[in-house]
């Protein structure tokens, strides 16, 4: 069985192995090249979680059911909004850099990610979002003080009580996800630095 490195590169994608592309079984490198194909690279998570493949496939699932999700009241900025502000509390690198990315090109701010990850109460956001930014706050930090009147403090703002689930459960996914990114020594892939920073050039 292979084991983790005793002290990693800095230039790793994760202190444990990593598969080769050709090596790993079909579905997941299909997915994997999918991706590439999308955005011109392979971020590095989808490398590092295919040290176990059974669990790949499982993170991707929830992963999807809950960033890809049709319908409620949370558009898919609103997500990687979630992820970036609790990320941020979990002093996630991979996570905070990589979702950051995400975040700028879907809500097409330049300045957005970098706002809410280190302090989000002032962020150039809707008072909308920083109701829902202080309830996944609260879970990802003291979700045992969760009461009804923050139920009713997100409903004054449109969201029901789905979409609180929603916020709940993206919170608690990324949770988790933060804490295997930090102790596998999960490193974000350069590219994600200058995605959405600053406008493409035109053809």
Same mark, same amino acid.
Request: with cysteine; aromatic share 8%.
């Given at each position: 069985?292979?084991?983790?490195?005793?002290?990693?590169?800095? =230039?790793?994608?994760?202190?444990?192995?990593?598969?080769?592309?050709?090596?790993?079984?079909?579905?997941?490198?299909?997915?994997?090249?999918?991706?590439?194909?999308?955005?011109?690279?392979?971020?590095?998570?989808?490398?590092?979680?295919?040290?176990?493949?059974?669990?790949?496939?499982?993170?991707?699932?929830?992963?999807?059911?809950?960033?890809?999700?049709?319908?409620?009241?949370?558009?898919?900025?609103?997500?990687?909004?979630?992820?970036?502000?609790? =990320?941020?509390? /979990?002093?996630?690198?991979?996570?905070?850099?990589?979702?950051?990315?995400?975040?700028?090109?879907?809500?097409?701010?330049?300045?957005?990610?970098?706002?809410?990850?280190? /302090?989000?109460?002032?962020? !150039?956001?809707?008072?909308?979002?920083?109701?829902?930014?202080?309830?996944?706050?609260?879970?990802?930090?003291?979700?045992?003080?969760?009461?009804?009147?923050?139920?009713?403090?997100?409903?004054?703002?449109?969201? !029901?009580?789905?979409?609180?689930?929603?916020?709940?459960?993206?919170?608690?996914?990324?949770?988790?996800?933060?804490?295997?990114? /930090?102790?596998?020594?999960?490193?974000? /892939? =350069?590219?994600?630095?200058?995605?959405?920073?600053?406008?493409?050039?035109?053809?």
């Amino acid at each position: 069985m292979s084991q983790p490195t005793s002290a990693q590169d800095p =230039s790793a994608v994760s202190r444990y192995p990593v598969p080769a592309l050709q090596d790993l079984p079909d579905d997941i490198r299909t997915r994997i090249l999918e991706v590439q194909a999308k955005t011109g690279f392979v971020p590095n998570v989808f490398l590092a979680l295919a040290h176990r493949p059974a669990e790949w496939r499982a993170f991707v699932a929830y992963h999807d059911a809950l960033m890809l999700k049709e319908g409620g009241h949370l558009s898919k900025g609103d997500r990687e909004m979630i992820v970036v502000a609790t =990320s941020a509390a /979990n002093d996630c690198l991979y996570c905070v850099v990589a979702h950051g990315a995400i975040l700028r090109i879907y809500e097409k701010k330049p300045l957005v990610a970098d706002q809410v990850a280190i /302090n989000w109460r002032k962020a !150039d956001i809707t008072p909308r979002q920083r109701a829902m930014l202080g309830f996944a706050l609260k879970v990802c930090q003291r979700s045992h003080e969760v009461d009804e009147a923050d139920f009713a403090a997100l409903r004054e703002h449109g969201f !029901d009580d789905e979409d609180a689930w929603d916020i709940a459960a993206i919170t608690a996914f990324f949770g988790m996800s933060n804490r295997l990114a /930090n102790a596998t020594g999960m490193r974000p /892939n =350069s590219e994600f630095y200058l995605m959405g920073r600053v406008p493409k050039a035109k053809a």
